[in-house]
């Protein structure tokens, strides 16, 4: 996942429009995986029920909106696995 990300950013020849909206994706998947309950919650919401604004931005950011929601979504899944197995022990 961060790989996908970090090379989205390192594209110096993304037109800085681009740029600013690739970076309020990373600082949004941040805020999901580390940052405190309610920005978790928020971002959670915006990265897997806001569809349409979640497009726009992947759109405005030069992404696949459907590929980086697909690696989103198989880190959620393992990361409830990884809690699950904690609760468990």
Known sequence: MENAI???????????????????????????????????????EFLFNSEADFRLVCASAGMNPEYLQSRLTRLRKQSAVRLDFQVAA
């Open 6 to 44: 970090a090379m989205a950013m390192k594209d110096r020849g993304a037109h800085p429009e681009a740029r600013l909206w690739q970076a309020v994706l990373v600082n949004t998947i941040e805020e999901w995986v580390s940052g405190p309950l309610r920005l978790r919650r928020e971002a959670e």
